[in-house]
């Protein structure tokens, strides 16, 4: 696999995962925070419906989905995005996976809030408290963490130690 369909595959993968993942916490959250499990959801469609998104509380195609594909398409690019800064071995071993995936998700966030325009904005926001988004971008990185460490190659061994076949091993 080249370089580059790994970024992609990993793009496809993580950004299916986080989005999920983080989307699973914005219905959570919604429902308890904002009497709606598709209120978060909803209000991310704001980008195509403006302020009526954030007083959305019902399922429908238009807000609902085209929130949820907003927040899918925005996950997709941060996954791949990952997946083309870090290093192929980087993702080998859970831990950091966990780190990179998180530190992409901090970024997002930063940029998120502090350099994207209002308008622009995830939107969930509106309907959630902050330790609520925090769980949601904490999904986020996960969901990042664990399509990196599914498509990185195996760890190397430690130099120094030889590794054994089953079929060479005596005993």
């Known amino acids: 696999m080249t370089r580059m369909q790994r970024v992609v595959l990993e793009g496809l993968i ?9 989307a699973v916490l914005l219905c959570a959250a919604g429902g308890r ?15 195509l419906w403006k302020d009526r998104a954030f ?18 398409l925005a996950s997709t690019f941060w996954a791949t995005s990952h997946a ?3 290093k192929p071995r980087s993702a080998a071993h859970a831990p950091a996976a ?11 966030c930063f940029v998120d809030y502090r350099l994207t325009p209002h308008r622009l904005q995830p939107g969930f926001e509106q309907r959630l408290s902050r330790p609520a988004l925090t769980g949601v971008y904490l999904a986020f990185g996960v969901g990042i963490a664990v399509g990196a460490w599914l498509l990185s190659p195996p760890p190397r061994p430690v130099s120094g130690t030889r590794q054994t076949s089953p079929r060479n091993r005596k005993g």
């Open 98 to 108: 966990i780190a990179g995936g998180l530190a992409t998700s901090a970024v997002a």
């Open 33 to 47: 925070q904002a009497g709606s499990p598709y209120a978060a959801i909803n209000a991310i469609s704001h980008w």
């Open 84 to 86: 083309a800064v870090r």
């Open 55 to 72: 007083r959305r509380n019902a399922r429908s195609l238009r807000y609902t989905g085209t929130g949820y594909l907003i927040h899918h």
């Open 14 to 22: 993580g950004g299916t995962l986080s989005s999920v993942l983080s």
